[in-house]
């Protein structure tokens, strides 16, 4: 039996390795950019008006000029005017270059039109005031976003900006989802008294779309035979394979002995942790291998902590720690990391986490109350209200 | 102009009445329930052994018996086994039932199995321990998922579990996302020098995916006969109108005038806040209208602040207030509710905000640094390192 961090290294040492593919820009978001993105002009690309109003030349109004002939509009979209009479002004409306021979803005709020002349009604002003100069968020060239990064919204944003109507990300790879465990019926299916649901499957094929993986569920029967056929031909087909169930010490758990029978190199199986002991993990020359253990809160715990974790890394992501704060005393003896189910609350810029003690590792319904795991280290077992711990967050805030 | 907390009343006040539909276990994830979800049957629906081990009645272990002859072994999914000599045992495997004349479950670590005879090594032993019992999570018919509530992986299992293969959903709005101003060319267009490429079109429509929302994007020009026509047109087609630009007080800011020609009830225009001021809201008979400033920035803070939160109300679910802590002082003296943008970082379970001061509102690569908006009250100036505030977050943490 190892650690969670010696689980968690071995873990992050075996990652996959992604192909680059190109995706249009409205179907980019939630992949990972597999190239810099750089400024292809300035931004903005002209000093822009970034007020609707009126552009002077400020060096008049700091000699006493208070009105202004209007010479014509300069309309955002169109091309660059002159000012001819160096006194006049020009209207500019917000997007518009800033006329040559103008150098501020002054709002419509702040100056009265009449007989097309415009007079100032403010005491100051600042030169270059309400202009967006060019290049003073970018210059041509610079880096915007760096490879790796993941795309949301605000990088959708700058990607349209500078072009990108196809970008490359990496692929994700193909996963597998086998369940296992003869009690297990569809979930259409009406169960006898002493089956229940598939449901491992759907949470993580659900998990895994929320990363834009695909997966694809399998269920294999306790049986030696069968099982072993149909997971060689999983193996070949996939990338990641993900098993829950058969990884335990029961008479049909018999997922390890058939992956090494497969050549499934085992880098570690059994962890000192709770929920998901029986956690199991390898890989051959094609497919990584998760096998977790089949109840429905070891499932969800070790996809979160681990899976999830190895799918960012893999695409070159840093993962950010996350950690709350226990609103209750918590005593856990057992040398072994105690992952323990938490509901989070704000106040006032604090992420406290109330436990939220379950019935068991089979206790689905639990995970409905909660928003997270927090990871109580194994050389403690009185874990105080008000310390902090690092947080597992399978909610988003 | 009205101020933050009366535009997001006037917001709140005018939901949208969505439809139920009816989706795919797989495709529901991101979606709000229609239906309150209850236990179909008892979870567990019997007994459960939650150990492989062996099961025992736990009298005869207090009355001293330590050795149980091995009568048969319980499988998960099959039928439940009755212990015919009542002084045996019963190999059981996780995920069976309990056998009946058994109460209690022994680990396979806790005992030692010889000539088709168990004995137990431990001198202590709870009844019922390594049992789940019956009913133990829910009882049939308990309430377990409330309708509105958002769908994740954490409620997928329990759908699964209970059997819900097709859910009814809240559908949501058709909306459409129009673009105006006449300095904007599309993403795949070289601009000219004037130009500008659209980037809150992209952006909205990623935003909307994110809740499982489809937009449409449209662009009008800046030309007030056709901009009527189209307008015309996309408010009989759409529940939702998003328009970014011509909101503001420029010569072909035509988008309030058209609005009201259209017979759409302006509800307000203009709110005292930074950045976003010219943020215009009303609605017809058939259709709400958001339209926002055009500028990147402005167009973002309106969706988040505004537009999300309307989304989630209308699905009947109740947003969960988010606050973090300044980490430097900011003074802002205009009588407005400043948003100011932020880059988060945890440190022992506070939510740390660091501030990223951009160079203007047009300023869409600062958003690529910052994690969200801090709402900085109008009714003071000077905040303090130290002081929490609300929060409103657009990357998930």
Request: glycine fraction near 6%; avoid cysteine; hydrophobic fraction near 30%.
């Given at each position: 039996m190892i650690s969670v961090e010696e689980a968690t290294e071995l873990i992050q040492s075996h990652l996959y390795q992604p192909k680059i593919v190109v995706k249009d820009l409205n179907q980019s978001s939630g992949h990972y950019l597999a190239e810099d993105i750089r400024a292809?002009?300035?931004?903005?690309?002209?000093?822009?008006?970034?007020?609707?109003g009126i552009a002077i030349k400020a060096a008049l109004f700091e000699a006493g000029r208070r009105e202004f002939t209007i010479e014509g509009i300069q309309y955002a979209g169109a091309e660059c005017l002159i000012l001819?009479?160096?006194t006049a002004c020009m209207e500019v409306m917000t997007g518009a270059m800033l006329p040559m021979g103008t150098d501020s803005v002054i709002r419509f709020e702040d100056i009265e039109i009449k007989d097309g002349k415009a007079t100032i009604t403010i005491d100051q002003l600042k030169q270059h005031q309400n202009v967006h100069g060019r290049a003073t968020d970018a210059a041509k060239g610079d880096l915007l976003i760096e490879k790796n990064t993941l795309i949301t919204t605000a990088e959708i944003g700058v990607l349209a900006t500078v072009g990108k109507s196809r970008i490359e990300v990496y692929e994700m790879p193909k996963v597998a989802i086998v369940s296992t465990g003869d009690e297990l019926v569809k979930v259409s299916e009406q169960p006898k008294e002493y089956q229940i649901r598939r449901s491992n499957s759907h949470v993580l094929k659900g998990a895994l779309s929320d990363m834009k993986v695909l997966g694809n569920i399998y269920h294999i029967a306790d049986n030696e035979e069968n099982m072993r056929h149909e997971l060689s031909g999983i193996l070949e087909s996939y990338d990641v394979l993900i098993l829950t169930g058969g990884?335990?010490?029961?008479?049909?758990?018999f997922v390890p002995a058939i992956l090494d029978d497969l050549a499934?190199?085992?880098?570690?199986?059994?962890?000192?942790?709770?929920?998901?002991?029986p956690f199991w993990f390898g890989k051959n020359n094609t497919t990584t291998v998760f096998a977790l253990p089949g109840n429905p809160v070891s499932t969800y715990l070790c996809f979160n902590k681990y899976i999830k974790p190895w799918f960012k890394s893999s695409m070159g992501a840093v993962p950010k720690p996350l950690s709350a704060i226990l609103d209750r005393d918590i005593t856990f003896k057992a040398p072994l990391t105690y992952f323990a189910q938490v509901k989070l609350t704000y106040r006032l810029g604090h992420l406290i986490a109330e436990p939220v003690l379950g019935k068991g590792s089979g206790d689905l319904a639990n995970l409905l109350q909660a928003d997270g795991f927090l990871e109580l280290p194994p050389a403690e077992t009185e874990f105080k209200k008000g310390s902090s711990y690092e947080l597992i967050l399978y909610r988003s805030i």
């Open positions: 292809d002009r300035d931004f903005p690309p002209f000093n822009r008006v970034a007020m609707d001819k009479d160096p990884v335990s010490k029961g008479k049909k758990d499934v190199e085992k880098l570690f199986h059994r962890v000192a942790q709770k929920p998901g002991k």
